[in-house]
């Protein structure tokens, strides 16, 4: 599961303790259980977040055996689910950045950060781009969000790397600003919108070309002015109707 998800989950858990502890103190705070009255949600609310955050500042004290349980219940579950929290969410985010250094541009990458060819994406196209290159050895880079991918493809001797292509800061190191040529081929091509931005942004210069797989991105990507739009199943239909086409010719001339 993603940070984020997880960042959800706890908060909803920390949400549900303190309406737990609210309700309850609010409850039992009027039924003599406590050391005062509690008469007001707010007062219920002000014991409960002290009582999670281990303040205690000691002017509102359970009095009763059923209080004390409720008191406990609540410092159990709050605590656990605080402790759990920061440990699960720090880890998450420490191995991160662990493996955003792992995956990083090294010094010896940065040799063919020039004049270099730029494949973000690998769907069918940039697959294919990529097997042509490696063969007449030119010098190029494959860029994904798959971690596995990245694995299986420095495994066949790929120069790959792990980024987000949607933000600046990740697509800095790559010196798109040397590049000959970007091309990106994603399979979610409503992407490309994103990703072409953050490319115009870090070079005015390199020529940019962009796989889609619809007509309603060609007219998108076409106003922020890409260089070459490629739509492989017109490509094909393109190709087809032709075949077509002299079909029907031959037989006219029968």
């Given amino acids: 599961m993603k940070l984020y998800g ?18 309850g103190t609010y409850v039992l705070g009027r039924s003599g259980n406590f050391n005062v009255n509690i008469n ?35 410092i159990i579950s709050g605590l656990s689910i605080f402790l759990s929290a920061v440990t699960v969410i720090s880890s998450d985010f420490l191995s991160e950045r662990v493996e955003r250094l792992y995956y990083s541009t090294s010094r010896s990458d940065k040799k063919l950060l020039n004049n270099h060819i730029a494949l973000i994406g690998y769907d069918i196209t940039n697959a ?21 991918l990245v694995d299986k493809l420095k495994e066949r001797g790929y120069n790959v790397f792990l980024a987000d292509y949607t933000l600046k800061q990740d697509m800095e190191k790559f010196m798109l600003d040397r590049a000959s040529d970007v091309v990106i081929d994603l399979r979610d091509s409503s992407k490309a919108v994103y990703v072409v931005l953050v490319v115009k942004k870090l070079s005015k210069k390199v020529r940019l070309s962009v796989v889609v797989q619809n007509s309603e991105m060609e007219s998108h990507l076409t106003d922020l002015g890409v260089d070459s739009i490629i739509n492989p199943a017109t490509l094909a239909a393109d190709a087809l109707t032709e075949v077509l086409d002299r079909d029907q010719d031959a037989v006219i001339k029968k």
């Fill in 6 to 23: 997880k960042m959800t989950i706890y908060a909803l858990a920390i949400i549900a303790v303190i309406i737990y502890g609210t309700v």
């Fill in 40 to 74: 007001s949600p707010v007062e219920a609310l002000y014991f409960t977040v002290v009582t999670i955050s281990t303040v205690g500042y000691g002017d509102i004290t359970p009095v009763t055996t059923l209080g004390r349980i409720f008191v406990i219940i609540l």
């Fill in 128 to 148: 294919l781009i990529a097997e042509r290159l490696k063969k007449q050895k030119r010098n190029f880079i494959i860029i994904t969000k798959d971690k596995i």
